[in-house]
């Protein structure tokens, strides 16, 4: 199955630590999102790429939030300076384009302690 | 600003009941409107809806759209334990390039 994957499933860190997650996509898809989702909440989105271009970020995204897309294909999102209320599942989705649905990864859990 | 709100925020059934869950939105200029269901982890696509009145079905899952009134039900005739889940509704616009989610309703089906 070559479905979204990313990498790590769990991460535990402690406040103040920068931390990288790694989301790799379906191959054909173009589009590459990054939403962030807490317990009792839907997924919230934080940013997303269109081939290499990050066309759009939420206001949600600090400043401390940086997404990157090199070349195209895999997809990181760095947290620098974390903060207890940056513990949540991240999620990362692809997607053919505007108007065909999102394939979501099993995510990556964040803990801040 | 773009809202989608889902009801009930949890249902607790009986195998075999039949449940309805759902979605009202507001969004400019609406595209579509989404169902997905999420177990423990990655939510996964049911059903794409942009037409109103024109059911979606797979399955003993089924779904309906009115773009008049915005808002869409998602229908589980003879439900399994298996249909726990969340399901979470989401709509899109053509002004925007992100997808905004519900809170989710989570349904449990009891034995």
């Known amino acids: 199955d070559t479905g979204v994957s990313q990498d790590p499933r769990h991460k535990i860190t402690k406040r103040g630590q920068n931390v990288t997650f790694r989301c790799d996509p379906i191959?054909?898809?173009?589009?590459l999102y990054w939403y962030r989702q807490t317990l009792g909440q839907g997924p919230e989105f934080l940013t997303y790429?269109?081939?290499?271009?990050?066309?759009?970020k939420s206001r949600l995204l600090s400043d401390r939030f940086s997404a990157e897309r090199p070349k195209g294909s895999f997809s990181t999102l760095e947290i620098q300076r974390t903060e207890q209320g940056d513990s949540a599942m991240y999620l990362c989705?692809?997607?053919?384009?505007?108007?065909?649905?999102?394939?979501f990864g099993n995510g990556t859990r964040l803990t801040v302690t | 600003e773009d809202k989608v709100v889902q009801s009930p925020l949890s249902l607790v059934v009986h195998e075999g009941d039949t449940v309805t869950l759902n979605c009202s939105y507001e969004?400019?200029?609406?595209?579509?409107l989404l169902w997905y269901k999420q177990e423990k982890k990655a939510p996964t696509f049911l059903f794409m809806l942009?037409?109103?009145?024109i059911e979606k079905k797979s399955g003993r899952l089924s779904s309906i759209l009115d773009k008049k009134e915005l808002f869409s039900i998602l229908n589980i005739t003879a439900t399994q334990t298996g249909d726990s889940a969340i399901y979470l509704c989401?709509?899109?616009?053509?002004?925007?390039?992100?997808?905004?989610f519900g809170a989710g309703t989570r349904l449990t089906v009891k034995p």
């Open positions: 989705a692809s997607s053919l384009g505007q108007g065909s649905p999102l394939h």
């Open positions: 191959s054909e898809h173009n589009r």
């Open positions: 969004v400019t200029n609406f595209r579509s």
């Open positions: 790429f269109q081939n290499e271009a990050q066309l759009e």
């Open positions: 989401a709509v899109e616009g053509y002004n925007n390039n992100d997808m905004r």
């Open positions: 942009t037409s109103s009145g």
